[in-house]
Structures are given as structure tokens and as C-alpha cells.
């Protein structure tokens, strides 16, 4: 406009010129006040666009939220008002971080707790006691008995495979056949938990007939092989409806298993009850030939074990052994 007003009256004199300019400037007063106010807006909006490029404004405002943000502290904030705002905080941070890439490296951990702060909890937040192997074998039940003035009788409820006392002179009892190749019942048992090495040291035991490793009545002696024990003694017990004299077969078994322990230096000896499986012996008659043949010939034995795998075996060898023997 003021360039207009100029231009029109460039060619009058330099006094009228400017009171005509101040006309022109009362006449339009409004519209130049608005066009000023527009202006104002413009410079305004460019101003803060360009602080917020500069990244001035996210400064600004990273301080700001600072000073909203309480530092991270165990212990528990003031006043509810606090709470209030961190969860805000933590709710906005949350959503803002959706669409992060994961951080290159894991969060650092958390700070050790002091030593002997406080008292476990629970017993799960203890330390684990350390473990305490059992020093001889864990029998369901076990009852012990005087056997001489220098042995212990040791009657368990349990499984003869489990069974050792130092791994160096012990030994079990194998009711095995004549064959000595493994079978079923506590010979099965016994050459699955010793392993295949066990069948092999079998068969290298040279046959007396073909056939025939062990007649009744005898034992042969191996390594425990994978078994807990230091020693397997095989025995074969008689059939008791087949033999002549079962009873004399069967003393000859149990008598045999302690001649041949006491060769082998053998100090601890467990027997199963021989021929009271398959071969049909019955528990109470096989208690009574067993306790008095091992009482007989115990020999220097420290301890001689019984392991019953069966109730009806077990009862029979306890009754036997209380009318026998004093308990411990
Ligand atoms: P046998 O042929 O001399 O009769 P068996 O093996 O058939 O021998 O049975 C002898 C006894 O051993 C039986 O009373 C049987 O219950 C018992 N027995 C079987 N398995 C085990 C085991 N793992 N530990 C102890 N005794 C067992």
C-alpha cells in the first residue's frame, strides 16, 4: 500500500506526500493491524517449528519428564499422588517402546542383596542342604539279631540288588541255575543291575559237565560288575520237589556261599531266600535250615544280611529268627 501511495504521488512535493501517506495509513488502519496480526502468527509458528527440529523442544521435554520420573528405590513412594504419576509414566513409556527393535544387550542385573540381610522365607529359598549318602543300604524294614558273639544278623524287607555295606568286602547271594547263564526271579534281577559283563564273566567259568557251571549245593564267585557290592556269589539251591533230600541241598547251598566268602576275604555276605521262588521251597521250612546252617558257619563273617523280597518270606524269617536268636 505505502508503496502504492508513494508510486501515485511521486510527483508532488516531499510534505504532501507524507501527510497523504498518513491518510492512506488512518483509512486503512484495521486492515494493516490485521495483516500485522497475521504476520506475528506466522513468525510464531516458524519459530517453534525450527525449535523442534533442533531437537530443543524433545530436550525441553526429556527434562521435564525427568523431573516427573521418581528415581528407582525398594522403598515405597511418599505419597499416593507419586504413584499416581509413575504409573502414568510407565504406562506412556510402555506404548512408546512397542515398536523398538530389542536393545543390543541384556538389561544388567540386579544388585547382589547384602549378605545375612534377612532370614530365609521358605525351604525352597534356603540354601539345599548337601547331600548325605546313606552309608549302607536302606531296607523298607530291618530287624537285627546276635548270630554268634561276633556276628550280626541282619533280616531286611527289600531288594538284594540295592544292597552293599563298603563295596570292597561284601558280597550277594545269586539263586542261580546250573547253567550259570542268568534267568528269571532274583537271577534275572541281578544280571539286569550288573549288567552284561556279568554274563560274560559267567560263561568264562568252565563247565564240570556240559552244560553244568554250578551243581546243587556249590557256589562260584564273580565281581559285582554295576551292582553296589564288591561280589556275586552263585549258588544253586535244590528243587524241593525233585530233590532227595532238599534239606541237606540246601545246607549245603547256604555252607558253600560262606566257604567261598571267607576264601575271598569277604567280611559282609546278604543271601535271598534260595529255592523259595521257582523251585518251590517253603518259607518256613528254608527260614529254619537258613538261620541254623549261617549260625553254624559264619566263620569269621562280621555280618550276614537276609534280603526278603516277598511279605509271606519276610514274616517267616522274622518268626524264625525271634525263636532263634536275641534282637540287638
Ligand atoms: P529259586 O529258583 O532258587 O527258587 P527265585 O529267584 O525263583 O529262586 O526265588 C528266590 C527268592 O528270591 C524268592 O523268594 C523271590 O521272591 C526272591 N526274590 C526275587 N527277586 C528278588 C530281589 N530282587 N531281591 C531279593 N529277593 C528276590
Redo the contacts with the bound molecule.
Keep these: 500500500m505505502l508503496v502504492m501511495a508513494t508510486t501515485c504521488h511521486k510527483h508532488k512535493p516531499k510534505s504532501s506526500i507524507f501527510v497523504s501517506s498518513l491518510t492512506l495509513l488512518q483509512r486503512y488502519k484495521f486492515f494493516l493491524s490485521f495483516v500485522a496480526v497475521l504476520f506475528s502468527a506466522y513468525l510464531y509458528s516458524t519459530i517453534r517449528f525450527e525449535l523442534r527440529e533442533g531437537g530443543k523442544m524433545s530436550d525441553i521435554q526429556a527434562e521435564s519428564h525427568e523431573e516427573l520420573t521418581p528415581p528407582l528405590s525398594l522403598s515405597p513412594p511418599a505419597s499416593s499422588s507419586q504413584v499416581t504419576v509413575t504409573e502414568n509414566i510407565d504406562n506412556t513409556r510402555q506404548d512408546s517402546t512397542e515398536d523398538l527393535p530389542p536393545p543390543s544387550s541384556p538389561p544388567p542385573p540386579p544388585p547382589p542383596s547384602p549378605p545375612h540381610s534377612s532370614p530365609p522365607l521358605s525351604p525352597s529359598a534356603s540354601a539345599p542342604a548337601p547331600a548325605v549318602a546313606p552309608l549302607r543300604y536302606q531296607a523298607q524294614e530291618t530287624v537285627t539279631f546276635n548270630l554268634t558273639e561276633t556276628c550280626l544278623l541282619f533280616l531286611h524287607r527289600g531288594?538284594?540288588?540295592k544292597w552293599f555295606v563298603d563295596g570292597q568286602s561284601d558280597a550277594i547271594v545269586n539263586?542261580a541255575n546250573k547253567r550259570l547263564l542268568g534267568g528269571?526271579?532274583?537271577?534275572g534281577?541281578i544280571h539286569n543291575a550288573a549288567g552284561p559283563d556279568l554274563l560274560q564273566a559267567c560263561k568264562e567259568i568252565p563247565e564240570i559237565h556240559p552244560g553244568i557251571r554250578c551243581p546243587v549245593g556249590s557256589a562260584r564267585i564273580t565281581r559285582g560288575f554295576q551292582l553296589p557290592v564288591s561280589h556275586i556269589i552263585h549258588t544253586v539251591?535244590p528243587m524241593y520237589d525233585l530233590e532227595e533230600d532238599p534239606e541237606s541241598k540246601l545246607s549245603d547251598a547256604y555252607r558253600s556261599s560262606l566257604d567261598l566268602a571267607k576264601e575271598n576275604e569277604v567280611k559282609y555276605i546278604a543271601f535271598?531266600?534260595?529255592?523259595?521262588?521257582?523251585?518251590g521251597?517253603p518259607y518256613e521250612e528254608a527260614a529254619e535250615v537258613s538261620l541254623t546252617t549261617v549260625r553254624d558257619s559264619a566263620n569269621d563273617l562280621k555280618e550276614v544280611h537276609f534280603?526278603?523280597?516277598?511279605a509271606p518270606?519276610w514274616k517267616a524269617w522274622v518268626e524264625e529268627a525271634n525263636e532263634l536268636f536275641e534282637q540287638t
Design positions: 531288594d538284594i540288588t539263586a528269571g526271579g532274583v537271577d534281577a539251591g535271598p531266600a534260595i529255592s523259595c521262588g521257582i523251585y521251597y534280603v526278603l523280597f516277598e518270606a
